[in-house]
T-cell receptor, first 112, second 112 residues
Framework: EAQVTQNPRYLITVTGKKLTVTCSQN?????MSWYRQDPGLGLRQIYY???????DKGDVPEGYKVSRKEKRNFPLILESPSPNQTSLYFC???????????FGSGTRLTVV | GEDVEQSLFLSVREGDSSVINCTYT??????LYWYKQEPGAGLQLLTY?????DMKQDQRLTVLLNKKDKHLSLRIADTQTGDSAIYFC????????????FGKGTRLHILP
């Protein structure tokens, strides 16, 4: 089944403890992107990648890192999480061209 | 500037048509999308329309685009309880197809 898989689905962590949210897609898509969804703010792009080893900042990149060493994987790294990074995170991918993004099921992160 | 606006809530009786409206500000928009988010799930692409089209129909869904007024609508015919979700309008812009701008979403509530 064609899909974007994120792990974990839920995560509670403490301030300052490094964490990684994994994202993998099996559709050979070139583009991958991370979004965060917050009440009243909608979806905001954190980082995106147009292909292997090509990444760029979105609208809210502060406090996040990404890497794209392989086409299928696009992990989101929080080196020192803070409570304002408590949010619902979505990974998404799409092929080059006009198609919209395929989204993962989301990761709900709580930083205490 | 980039902005996509939607009303936050819509209530519709089961069996009636739902019309969800969206306005956008960037005249260079190339593609406009409608996504559906069910509780606890990621965003699912429902349909999209190219900016040189006026209308697109797909089963119960009809998308209307008024480019002059920068107005996009999604009509759901014969609304069912399974249509209860948050609907996001989104756009991509000329030369920036890595970036999708989302509205804040319209929560569709179905009345029995």
């Amino acid at each position: 089944e064609a899909q974007v898989t994120q792990n974990p689905r839920y995560l509670i962590t403490v301030t300052g403890k490094k964490l990684t949210v994994t994202c993998s897609q099996n559709m050979n898509h070139e583009y991958m992107s991370w979004y965060r969804q917050d009440p009243g703010l909608g979806l905001r792009q954190i980082y995106y990648s147009m292909n292997v080893e090509v990444t760029d900042k979105g609208d809210v990149p502060e406090g996040y890192k990404v890497s794209r060493k392989e086409k299928r994987n696009f992990p989101l790294i929080l080196e020192s999480p803070s409570p304002n990074q408590t949010s619902l995170y979505f990974c998404a991918s799409r092929p080059t061209g006009v198609a919209g993004y395929t989204f993962g099921s989301g990761t709900r992160l709580t930083v205490v | 500037g980039e902005d996509v606006e939607q009303s936050l809530f819509l209530s519709v009786r089961e069996g009636d048509s739902s019309v969800i409206n969206c306005t956008y500000t960037d005249s260079s928009s190339t593609y406009l999308y409608w996504y559906k988010q069910e509780p606890g799930a990621g965003l699912q692409l429902l349909t999209y329309i190219f900016s040189n089209m006026d209308m697109k129909q797909d089963q119960r869904l009809t998308v209307l685009l008024n480019k002059k007024d920068k107005h996009l609508s999604l009509r759901i015919a014969d609304t069912q309880t399974g249509d209860s979700a948050i609907y996001f309008c989104a756009e991509t812009q000329k030369d920036r197809d890595d970036k999708i701008i989302f509205g804040k979403g319209t929560r569709l509530h179905i009345l029995p």
